[in-house]
Each structure stands twice: as C-alpha cells, then as structure tokens.
C-alpha cells in the first residue's frame, strides 16, 4: 500500500486506462469518418493525430466532430483529419512522471478531458482521459480512508494492518 504522502503518477493512471491497449493514434491525412469509426470501436472519446513521419501532430475529439463536422453541414468521409483537429501548437500534454493532480489541473485549466502522454523524448505513449483520473483518485482516497480507519481503530502494528 502506497504512503499517505505519496500520490499516483500519470503513467499509473495510463495503465488502469481503456487507452492502454489500443493504437490511440490515427493519421492526419485520414478522413474523419475513420476517426468516427475507432471512436465507436474501442468507446474512446479522443486520439492523438500524427504525420506523415509518426510524430504527434494534434488531437481530435468527439468535441472537434460535434462542432466541425456535425453542426456546419460537411461530410466526415470527405474532411481529412487535420482540418479539423486541436494541432500540437496549443496542446497540452502530460508526462509520465507528473502526478494525477496535476493533470487534473492541465484538464480543468483548458476544460478539456484528454492529455496526450508524452515521454521524456516527446514522443506519444498514451492518451489519459478526465475518466481514468477521477477513478485514480477516488481509488486512492479510499486507500486513504482504510488506512486512517485501520489507524483509528487499532488495526495491525501499522498503518493498514489486519
């Protein structure tokens, strides 16, 4: 069991994600349509767009769809990917080694409910979504509480005892 002080990292978060073992990514040069596909697939609301050389080229959303595609009349089998997508200029993104609480700041900083993950090359290793966070969290408050109730009431010779 972690300590009290110690908090879970973005990378732990990733791995408990639906965005772990799936490719996240689509390019940019595909039409939208395909996105609409791996959205309905793998239920995700987010991928990471990359270019022709595999670089991180931006993200694309439902929210990109809903208000790019959807509401101004265009066809998504017709519309490339990077027409409509967030490019990687105005990004935010998440490090493996930052803490939860932190991207939860990036998220709610920018009202936005994906980070991409970056390593510490800059190249992609996953997505976090405000989902994988808020269950992160709430896993470790109740860890939390089991402890300070194990404490509180005499449990074991430690903290979290039987």
Excluded at 75 to 103: F, Q, R
Excluded at 126 to 134: A, T
Aim: charged share 30%.
């Amino acid at each position: 069991m972690a300590a009290l002080e110690e908090s879970a990292s973005a990378k732990s978060a990733w791995e408990k994600s639906c965005y772990f073992e799936m490719d996240f990514t689509i390019s940019e040069d595909a039409p939208v349509y395909e996105v609409v596909q791996k959205f309905a697939a793998y239920d995700v609301g987010c991928l990471v767009t990359t270019c022709a050389n595999g670089e991180i080229s931006g993200v694309i959303s439902e929210r990109d769809y809903i208000s790019k595609i959807a509401l101004l009349g265009r066809k998504s089998k017709e519309t490339a990917v990077k027409e409509i997508s967030t490019k990687s200029s105005n990004l935010l993104t998440a490090s493996p080694h930052d803490s939860v609480d932190e991207c939860m700041e990036k998220m709610l900083s920018k009202d936005i409910r994906h980070l991409p993950l970056l390593d510490d090359d800059g190249k992609v290793i996953g997505m976090l979504s405000v989902k994988d966070l808020v269950k992160t969290m709430v896993k470790e408050k109740d860890e939390t509480i089991k402890v300070l109730s194990d404490f509180a009431l005499g449990k074991g010779g430690h903290f979290g005892g039987e």
